[in-house]
C-alpha cells in the first residue's frame, strides 16, 4: 500500500508515521513471541490477520475505497502474491518462536536486498553492481550469525533451524515485494492489502483440524494486538508515503532494530550473541546498498 500521491510539503509528518509503523510492528512481533509456546503457528497466523482486516478495512472506508477499491483484473496476480506472502508470514513467525527478536528483525532486512534480485529475475529488471553488493554483504551478515552453530561447538538446534526459517522468510516475502511491485502497476494498494490479509486469515484456518488450544485469557488478548497492531503499522507506513519519498524515508527503517533489540533485553530477558553485533554491519549494509540502488534508479528515471 505505497503507490500514493505525495505531499512533500509534509516530510516530517512521513518521518513521524514511518518510525510509528516501526514501533508497531516490532510491538507486533513481541506479541506473537509471547504467544509462539503456547499458541499453534497456524493458529498465531489466523488471529495476526483477521484482526488485522479491521483497522484496514476502516481505513480504506474512510477513504471511500471500500468496497469499491477492491476490484481487480489481475485475480491470479493476487493469489500468487498473497500465496508467498502467507508462506512468509508462517515462516517468520516460526522464527520468531525459536530467535531473539533482534536477529529475527536483523535478518528481515535481508528482504529489501533480494527483493532487487526477484526483480531482476521476476521484472525482467538489470542486475547492477548495486544489487550485486547487497546481496554479498546481506549473505554475508547471515553467515556470521549461522557459523557459530557450524563452526564447531555445541549446536543449538533450535536456533539454526530459526536461522534458516528467517532467511526463506526473507526469501518469500522478497518475492512478495516483487509481486507487490507489479501488482501496483495498475491495482488498488488497499486491494493488495485487503486479498493479502484475507488469504493468510484463511491459511491460518485452514490449519484448525490440526489443533488449535484455547489460550488463557493474557494470551487471547495478545493474539488479538498483534493483529491490531500489525494492521495499524500497515497503514502507519502507507500514510507515511504520503508525504515523503521512499528515499528520505528508508534510513528510518532500521530504528525498527532497536525496539527488537530493547524487547530482548527488557521483555523476554535474552542477551544478544556476539555474533549479532558482527552480522549487524554486514545486513544493514546490504541493505542500504538496495537503498541507494533504488534511489539512483528514480533518479535516472527522473
Excluded at 231 to 246: N, P
Aim: aromatic share 12%.
Amino acid at each position: 500500500m505505497t503507490d500514493v500521491t505525495i505531499d512533500t510539503d509534509r516530510p516530517f509528518r512521513g518521518i513521524l508515521l514511518r518510525l510509528l509503523s516501526g514501533f508497531l510492528f516490532a510491538a507486533m512481533v513481541v506479541m506473537v513471541k509471547a504467544t509462539s509456546e503456547e499458541v499453534p503457528l497456524g493458529e498465531i497466523v489466523f488471529f495476526r490477520s483477521a484482526f488485522a482486516l479491521i483497522p484496514l478495512i476502516a481505513f480504506l472506508w474512510i477513504r471511500g475505497e471500500f468496497p469499491s477499491g477492491l476490484r481487480t483484473k489481475r485475480p491470479w496476480g493476487h493469489v500468487l502474491r498473497s500465496g508467498f506472502g502467507a508462506a512468509a508470514m508462517f515462516t517468520s513467525f516460526a522464527a520468531i518462536a525459536r530467535l531473539p527478536v533482534a536477529e529475527a528483525t536483523l535478518i528481515g532486512y535481508l528482504s529489501p536486498v533480494l527483493t532487487a534480485i526477484a526483480g531482476v529475475i521476476l521484472l525482467g529488471e538489470r542486475m547492477t553492481i548495486f544489487r550485486i553488493g547487497g546481496v554479498v554483504l546481506g549473505l554475508a551478515g547471515v553467515a556470521v550469525l549461522v557459523w557459530p552453530e557450524l563452526g564447531g561447538g555445541v549446536a543449538d538446534d533450535g536456533r539454526l533451524a530459526g536461522l534458516v526459517l528467517g532467511v526463506i522468510t526473507a526469501i518469500l516475502t522478497a518475492l512478495a515485494l516483487a509481486m507487490t511491485r507489479s501488482l501496483a502497476r495498475n491495482e488498488s494498494p488497499g486491494a493488495i492489502a485487503f486479498y493479502f490479509a484475507l488469504a493468510s486469515a484463511a491459511a491460518g484456518l485452514a490449519t484448525l483440524p490440526g489443533g488449535w488450544v484455547m489460550p488463557l485469557a493474557q494470551g487471547f488478548w495478545f493474539l488479538v494486538l498483534a493483529g491490531i497492531f500489525g494492521g495499524f503499522a500497515h497503514i502507519a507506513m502507507t500514510v507515511a508515503f504520503r508525504y515523503a519519498e521512499a528515499s528520505r524515508l528508508a534510513p528510518f527503517e532500521y530504528v525498527a532494530l532497536i525496539w527488537a533489540v530493547l524487547a530482548d533485553l527488557l521483555i523476554f530477558g535474552l542477551p544478544l550473541a556476539p555474533a549479532f553485533f558482527f552480522a549487524l554491519p554486514l545486513v544493514l549494509g546490504g541493505a542500504a546498498f538496495a537503498a541507494l540502488e533504488r534511489s539512483r534508479r528514480k533518479a535516472v528515471a527522473a
